[in-house]
């Protein structure tokens, strides 16, 4: 198949453009800087040059390429760690996650694409209210933190744009927090570095839940909704095991020999974070994989965090 990457040359774009060139697709790679684009077509991609946030030019390498399917996995996150200014530090990934998809959409029903796969979040979007695990019918957040209100925003429009797409079949994969080769929690990522040296603590009861997502697995999320004709709407590719903060950032301290994480009230890590740290510590819902596995026949290749962490940052 011809298939129309957007976000090829980042974490999740590196895995998947191999492993669909493996299976024999043909893989137009989209990027906005020229620079790029040799390592691309180094690869065996065919490189365009495209800002998604320039309606037009989406349109011409999306017409120009004529794909069944388009994936969409751009955000813009490098260095975000700002917590206390979440919706400002995720401002342009907001921007790709609400125009950056009305552009591909309408470049897809345009060029006749059948099938668009977009990127979501899950963990704390979810209501914070019931049981510590949730699945893809449970609500969202009504009255998140006010840091993180236009972040919740943009995931549910993209959620509501890519599930009620008109004439393009919809797929929303919903990736809990990546770790792994080439994300803020790989070997030298930014976050790991904050638990080297001891600057992410537990804060308050640690018993907010988080799902986790090996970069590896994110791509075989996709791999296993790529097929057009095949299931649509929204999955959860996590792993098994969501987990407490209490448990999982002292996991993750030992597996890179740091030494264990500091422990520090909620009004302390209100004051140095913001609210949207402490409730993602204490408050948040984990993600179950169960409609996945089910309905996709996905697994994750990385099922725990506690080997992940040990084996495959
Ligand atoms: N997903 C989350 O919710 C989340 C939250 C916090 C932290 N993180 C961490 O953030 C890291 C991801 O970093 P990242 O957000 O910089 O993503 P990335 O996956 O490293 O790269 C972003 C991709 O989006 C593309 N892109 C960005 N803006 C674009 C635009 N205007 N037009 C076209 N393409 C555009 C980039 O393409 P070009 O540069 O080639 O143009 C690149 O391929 C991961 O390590 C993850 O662990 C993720």
Request: aromatic residues 6%; hydrophobic residues 45%.
């Amino acid at each position: 198949m011809r298939i129309f990457l957007a976000g090829a040359t980042g974490a999740v774009g590196q895995r998947l453009v191999p492993a669909l060139l493996e299976d024999g697709h043909e893989v137009v790679a989209m990027t906005r800087t020229a620079a790029k684009a040799d390592g691309l077509r180094a690869v065996g991609a065919l490189p365009v040059v495209a800002d998604a946030l320039d309606r037009e030019a989406v349109m011409g390498a999306v017409l120009g390429a004529e794909p069944e399917v388009i994936i969409h996995q751009m955000t813009a996150l490098t260095g975000a760690t700002d917590m206390k200014h979440f919706d400002r530090v995720f401002a342009t990934t907001n921007r790709l996650r609400t125009e950056g998809t009305r552009h591909l959409l309408d470049a897809a029903r345009a060029a006749g694409t059948r099938r668009l796969i977009a990127q979501s979040f899950t963990g704390w979007p979810f209501a914070r209210e019931g049981g510590p695990v949730k699945d893809e019918k449970a609500p969202l957040d009504s009255d998140p933190p006010r840091a993180q209100r236009e972040t919740l925003a943009a995931i549910r429009e993209l959620e509501a744009l890519v599930g009620d797409a008109d004439g393009v079949e919809g797929v929303v994969l919903r990736y809990g927090g990546f770790y792994g080769p080439g994300t803020s929690l790989g070997a030298d990522g930014e976050v790991t570095e904050l638990v080297r040296r001891r600057r992410l603590p537990v804060v308050g009861s640690g018993d907010g839940r988080w799902s986790f997502t090996h970069i590896d697995d994110a791509a075989g999320g996709v791999l296993a909704t790529l097929a057009p004709g095949g299931p649509t709407g929204v999955f959860a590719i996590v792993d098994d095991e969501p987990a407490r903060t209490a448990d999982w950032l002292p996991a993750l301290a030992s597996a890179l020999g740091a030494p264990a994480p500091r422990r520090v009230p909620a009004w302390l890590g209100r004051l140095a974070a913001g609210d949207a740290a402490v409730t993602m510590m204490t408050a948040s819902r984990g993600a179950s994989n169960e409609r996945a596995r089910s309905v996709l026949g996905w697994t994750p290749r990385w099922p725990t965090w506690r080997e992940g962490f040990r084996e495959g940052l």
